[in-house]
T-cell receptor, first 119, second 110 residues
Framework: KAGVTQTPRYLIKTRGQQVTLSCSPISGHRSVSWYQQTPGQGLQFLFEYFSETQRNKGNFPGRFSGRQFSNSRSEMNVSTLELGDSALYLC??????????????????FGAGSRLTVL | GENVEQHPSTLSVQEGDSAVIKCTYSDSASNYFPWYKQELGKGPQLIIDIRSNVGEKKDQRIAVTLNKTAKHFSLHITETQPEDSAVYFCAAPGNTPLVFGKGTRLSVIA
């Protein structure tokens, strides 16, 4: 069974540019979540998608956006890149959305991440 | 919302010794507590989890304990090996899928 696939794995952009990251969840998983990981802030939640609908959004500016397609694949976009956007962007998939699993819990399987460097 | 605190931030142990990482959470309604291991260049990998209806769970050298009254849970690794060296994260559900602790960098010295 293939895991969560994220592309690209590494990318370098300059300030002001935009970037699109892609995530293919485990087959059968309908929920996709995105997290930003930085050394100082740890893992911070960006968004959660289930059945093409955004269910939750973290405390990030509107430059961060995402979407989910009918095949559950997801993309996130960051526009007008800033130096502080340099981070590892992690995608995680799960069978159900948060709050819908057994005992109201959600088991996440992460991809290897997309490492973004903004110069 | 949920807040998860994790200690220590770094931990060094001799090979063969035990390692303990502790986390506290704020939302008494939380009912699922996973632990993730992240190796260099990889995403976090679930290593063990516990639900609120049990107090302890073991899987070979790894165990997790939960104290719902005190709102804390701990990861115990026995007979540590060099391959246990990694960053470990605890988490709890909040309004988002999971809220993570800041991580513990475990170094096992051979």
């Amino acid at each position: 069974k293939a895991g969560v696939t994220q592309t690209p794995r590494y990318l370098i952009k300059t300030r002001g540019q935009q970037v699109t990251l892609s995530c293919s969840p485990i087959s059968g998983h309908r929920s996709v979540s995105w997290y930003q990981q930085t050394p100082g802030q740890g893992l911070q939640f960006l968004f959660e998608y289930f059945s093409e609908t955004q269910r939750n959004k973290g405390n990030f500016p509107g430059r961060f956006s995402g979407r989910q397609f009918s095949n559950s694949r997801s993309e996130m976009n960051v526009s007008t890149l800033e130096l502080g956007d340099s981070a590892l962007y992690l995608c995680a998939s799960s069978l159900t959305a948060s709050g819908q699993g057994a005992s109201g819990a959600n088991v996440l399987t992460f991809g290897a991440g997309s490492r973004l460097t903004v110069l | 919302g949920e807040n998860v605190e994790q200690h220590p931030s770094t931990l060094s142990v001799q090979e063969g010794d035990s390692a303990v990482i502790k986390c506290t959470y704020s939302d008494s309604a939380s009912n699922y507590f996973p632990w993730y291991k992240q190796e260099l260049g990889k995403g976090p990998q679930l290593i063990i989890d516990i639900r609120s209806n049990v107090g302890e769970k073991k899987d070979q050298r790894i165990a997790v304990t939960l104290n719902k009254t005190a709102k804390h849970f701990s990861l115990h690794i026995t007979e540590t090996q060099p391959e246990d060296s990694a960053v470990y994260f605890c988490a709890a559900p909040g309004n988002t899928p999971l809220v993570f602790g800041k991580g513990t960098r475990l170094s096992v010295i051979a």
